[in-house]
């Protein structure tokens, strides 16, 4: 009796005749069973899977743009998308009315801070803070300042002022990268302007108040700031202050930051109309009001302001950006099952029989890797890790779960080759994503200590 192979091969061969065409059915017999496998694969291994893909070809071809539209594609047909399936999750992905609003965002943070380059003003902030910090200290206070700020894209902003810090260009772009990135990200674990945070305390999710949250994720701000000093700041070497002219002050360098801040919290306060038709809109609207503040001051011809938004760099980093939201459309699109991508890939970790304790890490940390983004693991995982803990968990539980999950996520995002601010970031110094995630891992797990031995000593507390 013959095994479904080899009648497969005889009724289609004997007719034909010749080893050739045995040969070429062999090939395709083959090439259907390892499609197979890899389709019938977990879902959780196929995301990781399409990151590592999207990193390897960024090496060899130096290219974001074609790694992320490669990411894109490998992750959309490991899926099991049809082509009609791709063109509609990509359309309806970047023509949401958030990705629009995201991409107005980013297009206008590019201007303000190019705006700032073409008037002088970013040369006069580091100016300033080195007349009041030392270099390596202003190196980080100053994407921590704009960090304060939750804006899409706020590393681009704050890349010029780090570089314009190293006059003399001694310090390597990679640490110059690391040092960006890692001080933009210092606030975002408690910070209350965060959408991330605030999700995290809704009431879908851990349902907690701002004065309970806030002290169980401070050990993180200062973690973060500890782990900063000592893998990237250290590196630098120490320079005494530098002297200037203080009748100058630092007042007008730091104007747009100041205008976006006031104007941000008018619209939240006063008009929050604006929240109600897209998150992304209070933030466009205060940044608009910077550009538009700044070319009163400092005001320029025409065709700067051609230069300012219509650069051939403005374009390739909106590029980027679209291509990473697509990529991040293609987690949060319902799978040809009809299920949602996380939520298969919680049914895969049940069929493992994976503790809870590990779904609790392994979920938000994937997520975060996937979308790059904090509210991406927190509207991903969240809802599902609360539902994990039952209908009446203690405070300790919440908290505790809180923290390690939270701490998980974070990570993901920390490391996520599709982090929009890692992504400008090494964009602007022209540097490796790879190498760049690679020098992230070391402080990355300092802060999956803090949120185990946090955690751990929450549990033991049992309040």
Known sequence: MRCFYCSLKMDLCEPLGGSLTVRAIDHIIRYNHIMDILLGLPVLLKVIGSLVFFVLVQRLTKSLII???????????????????????????????????????????????????????????????????????????????????PMPGGAYFSAPLVDEC???????????????????????????????????????????????????????????????????????????????????????????????????????????????????????????AAIAVLGIVRPLPAAEWRKIFFSVKTLKVLGIIVLATVYSGFIQARLPSGSLLVEQMRLDMDLLGIPMLLLVTILPFTSGLATGITLGFVGASFPIIVSLMGPSPKLSEKLAT??????????????????????????????????????????????????????????????
């Open 402 to 463: 809180l923290v390690l999950a939270y701490g998980f996520g974070y990570a993901g995002i920390i490391l996520s080759p599709v982090h929009t601010c890692l992504i400008m970031t090494n964009e602007y110094f022209k540097t490796s994503l790879a190498k760049s995630i690679g020098r992230m891992i070391l402080p990355t797990m300092c802060i999956l200590a803090c949120a185990i031995v946090s955690s751990s000593l929450i549990r033991l507390a049992g309040f």
């Open 166 to 288: 190293d006059e003399e260009k001694k310090v390597e772009p990679m640490l110059k990268t690391n040092i960006n990135f890692w001080f933009r990200h210092i606030w975002e674990y408690w910070w209350p302007l965060y959408p991330g945070v605030v999700a995290s305390m809704a009431p879908v999710n851990f349902n907690l108040p701002l004065w309970l949250f806030i002290p169980v994720q401070l050990p993180f701000w200062g973690i973060a700031i500890i782990t900063g000093y000592f893998f990237f700041l250290r590196k630098l070497a120490r320079e005494p202050l530098r002297a200037g002219n203080e009748k100058n002050g630092i007042l007008l360098p730091f104007l747009p930051i100041l205008v976006i801040a006031a104007a941000y919290a008018i619209v939240k306060i006063w008009a929050p109309a604006f929240d109600e038709i897209n998150s992304y809109l209070p933030f466009l609207t205060a940044i608009l």
């Open 67 to 149: 790694a992320l539209a490669s990411g894109a594609l490998c992750l959309a047909l490991w899926s099991g998308h049809d082509p009609a399936a791709i063109a509609r999750i990509v359309w309806e992905t970047v023509s949401s009315a958030d990705s629009l609003f995201l991409f107005a965002v980013i297009f206008a943070v590019i201007g303000l801070s190019n705006q700032m380059e073409k008037t002088g003003l970013l040369a006069g902030l580091v100016a300033g803070l080195r007349q009041r910090l030392p270099s390596r200290l202003a190196m980080a206070a100053l994407p921590a300042v704009i960090g304060l700020l």
